[in-house]
Structures are given as C-alpha cells and as structure tokens.
C-alpha cells in the first residue's frame, strides 16, 4: 500500500484543556481554534511524526512553531524543537484533500443527480454546466488500482455528491460507488484495508472550516456494508469509535489505523473487527510539558474537561454558534447524546 499524496502532521495545542475566550470576526461553518485538533500524519522510518501549532495568546491571528512531535517504537512520545525554523502565522492550516494522481475527474449528470438526490438537486440552474460539482480527493494506489473519494463545493448553485471510487492504471477504466451514507457528503482523507475502504466525511460551504457530517466510515468493496464511527464509546452512530466528528487524516501502519481530528489522535488496533470489539485509544496533544508531550485520554473523561474549559459566548466565527462552547454541545448532540448529558443544556 502506498499513500499517494505527501501530509505534513499539523497539531493545534490544546493547552492543558484551559482556555481562554477569543473575538474571531470571520463568519465560518467550524472552528476550531479552542480543539485539540490533529490535522494530518506521517510517518518517519517506521514512526509517526508530526508537527505541534502552538498558541502563545488568544487573538485572531495565532502564531505558531514548529514543533515536532514523533510517536517511538516503545510507544513514548518526544518532542523535539528543529534548528533554525522561523514563527510562522496562520490561522486555518492548510489541509490537502486533493490527490496528486493522474485520476479522470468523476462525471455525475444533473439528471442522475436529480435521481440520486432529488432535494440537492433542486438548487441547481440546468443551464450551467459547472452546476454539478465532482473532484477527486485523497487517494490512495495499491496494485495498480488507485482508490479515491470524491469531494464538492456546495453554494452559488453549485453542489454535488459524494461516493467512492477506483480508477485501473492499466485498462483506465473508473468505477464509482455512491453509498446512502456517503452519498450527500464529500469523502476524504482515505485509507484502505483489503476490502475496507475507510473515510473521513464533511461538507464544504460558503463559509470557513469543513463542517462534520457522519464522522469516520468504513465501507466494505465486496459487501457494500457502510459503518459510521465518532464521538466516542456510546455514540449513536456506533457502540464504540474515537473521539471526534471531524476526521483530518488516516494512516495505516502495519498494526491498525491511526485516525486525526479535531478531537486529537487515536489508534485502532484492530481495523477489522466488529464495531462493539473495536480498541482505539485517544491522546491529545500538550505540548506545553517538553517530557509528555501526547497525553491519553478518554472521550467521556476529553469531552467533560471541553463542558468546563470552552468559552462560551466567544463569537467563534461559526454563524450559527454563540461560542466555542455552543458549537460543541450542537456537534456532542449530533454525536454522542449520551455523553452529552444534563450539565450541557445549562447556559
């Protein structure tokens, strides 16, 4: 298997799980400057290496250093500080979605749009021919065959649908899979298994920052099975998932799959097994503490310390969301109702 495109592993500092409220004045779809996101990975001779956005004051514009984070074969994690690497800002790391493989750009016709999904097909002008979007997402080659999911911008009459596919190197020939539940969603990163195919899903508006859909899936190419993981043990898209609704990035190493998101960086050892017997452990990052800088952690016990910690009237840039903290009670609602509980209805 070899993952086709290059990631460099971004971590936003989720500093001690304290925060402090910040004034962000962009309207955005999801925010997470107050998360302890993991944007992408890697891996470094046999490791997973990856690089640590640290805050140094609330503000619209964070800086953040270069950090490397690598995860050692015994398991420890190490921080080291690369020579001469000047402070860089930003305030949405760059995440690529897009593959760098000669794949054909998938075709979807407003009228089988209009079969597949007739709601999201209704805004669509028959008159233009951009009006119904496809682009080829992460991707990745094993054997000749290079699987990708497929993404869209959804606004200004534009929209699309979501799938999977496969693209033979030799023959040229393009299969396209569009499951119900990857069906009004865009589908990337990817990573694959034999026969499972497991992706990220989200949804790209007119707006800053991709907005979580159906969390982390796993789709079976032989038997058509989709299984929809996130929010932790106890969510109701499954018994058991990794924390997190928005997924970054996923990498296989020879032992079970690594998963990124917003809510940090877990490890399933066993990528095959029936969702209720799955193991995944959780870290998040705290790069603050030189010795430990990856802490585990659990969903329930991550997502209490989030209820207490997450400003709540911030303005976080979500129009839809009062704060950091409304927007994560709508997003635990959506995923974790359990785990939610009584203390998050309480202003």
């Given at each position: 298997?070899?993952?086709?495109?290059?990631?460099?592993?971004?971590?936003?500092?989720?500093?001690?799980?304290?925060?402090?409220?910040?004034?962000?004045?962009?309207?955005?779809?999801?925010?997470?400057?107050?998360?302890?996101?993991?944007?992408?990975?890697?891996?470094?001779?046999?490791?997973?290496?990856?690089?640590?956005?640290?805050?140094?004051?609330?503000?619209?514009?964070?800086?953040?250093?270069?950090?490397?984070?690598?995860?050692?074969?015994?398991?420890?994690?190490?921080?080291?500080?690369?020579?001469?690497?000047?402070?860089?800002?930003?305030?949405?790391?760059?995440?690529?979605?897009?593959?760098?493989?000669?794949?054909?750009?998938?075709?979807?016709?407003?009228k089988e749009m209009q079969v597949l999904s007739p709601k999201w097909?209704?805004?669509?002008?028959?008159?233009?021919?951009?009006?119904?979007?496809?682009?080829?997402?992460?991707?990745?080659?094993?054997?000749?065959?290079?699987?990708?999911?497929?993404?869209?911008?959804?606004?200004?009459?534009?929209?699309?649908?979501?799938?999977?596919?496969?693209?033979?190197?030799?023959?040229?020939?393009?299969?396209?899979?569009?499951?119900?539940?990857?069906?009004?969603?865009?589908?990337?990163?990817?990573?694959?298994?034999?026969?499972?195919?497991?992706?990220?899903?989200?949804?790209?508006?007119?707006?800053?920052?991709?907005?979580?859909?159906?969390?982390?899936?796993?789709?079976?190419?032989?038997?058509?099975?989709?299984?929809?993981?996130?929010?932790?043990?106890?969510?109701?898209?499954?018994?058991?998932?990794?924390?997190?609704?928005?997924?970054?990035?996923?990498?296989?190493?020879?032992?079970?799959?690594?998963a990124s998101s917003d809510m940090g960086l877990a490890y399933l050892?066993?990528?095959?097994?029936?969702?209720?017997?799955?193991?995944?452990?959780?870290?998040?990052?705290?790069?603050?503490?030189?010795?430990?800088?990856?802490?585990?952690?659990?969903?329930?016990?991550?997502?209490?310390?989030?209820?207490?910690?997450?400003?709540?009237?911030?303005?976080?840039?979500?129009?839809?969301?009062?704060?950091?903290?409304?927007?994560?009670?709508?997003?635990?609602?959506?995923?974790?109702?359990?785990?939610?509980?009584?203390?998050?209805?309480?202003?």
């Amino acid at each position: 298997m070899r993952k086709v495109r290059n990631i460099l592993c971004w971590i936003t500092l989720f500093s001690g799980l304290g925060v402090a409220g910040t004034a962000l004045a962009a309207t955005g779809c999801y925010n997470l400057d107050m998360y302890p996101a993991v944007y992408g990975l890697t891996d470094s001779d046999g490791k997973i290496a990856g690089t640590l956005r640290r805050f140094d004051k609330p503000g619209w514009m964070m800086p953040y250093s270069n950090l490397q984070v690598i995860r050692q074969r015994d398991g420890t994690w190490t921080l080291e500080i690369p020579d001469g690497v000047a402070e860089q800002y930003s305030v949405y790391p760059e995440i690529s979605e897009q593959c760098h493989a000669a794949v054909p750009t998938p075709v979807l016709t407003l009228k089988e749009m209009q079969v597949l999904s007739p709601k999201w097909a209704q805004g669509i002008d028959p008159q233009d021919p951009t009006g119904v979007e496809q682009k080829v997402g992460d991707c990745v080659e094993q054997n000749g065959i290079i699987w990708f999911g497929i993404t869209y911008y959804c606004g200004e009459g534009q929209c699309g649908l979501g799938g999977i596919g496969r693209y033979d190197t030799k023959s040229g020939k393009i299969e396209i899979r569009r499951p119900t539940m990857l069906l009004n969603v865009e589908t990337s990163p990817l990573a694959i298994d034999g026969n499972d195919i497991w992706v990220g899903t989200f949804m790209s508006y007119e707006c800053i920052g991709d907005t979580p859909v159906v969390g982390l899936v796993r789709y079976n190419w032989a038997t058509g099975e989709s299984v929809s993981f996130g929010g932790g043990t106890d969510s109701r898209h499954d018994p058991n998932g990794p924390c997190g609704f928005r997924f970054n990035d996923l990498y296989f190493d020879k032992n079970g799959l690594w998963a990124s998101s917003d809510m940090g960086l877990a490890y399933l050892e066993n990528p095959n097994a029936a969702p209720e017997a799955m193991q995944w452990t959780n870290w998040v990052p705290q790069p603050e503490d030189l010795k430990v800088p990856m802490r585990e952690i659990t969903c329930p016990g991550l997502y209490a310390t989030l209820m207490r910690t997450l400003p709540r009237k911030d303005w976080n840039g979500a129009a839809d969301y009062r704060g950091h903290l409304d927007q994560f009670k709508h997003y635990l609602q959506e995923f974790n109702q359990k785990l939610l509980g009584k203390r998050a209805n309480k202003k």
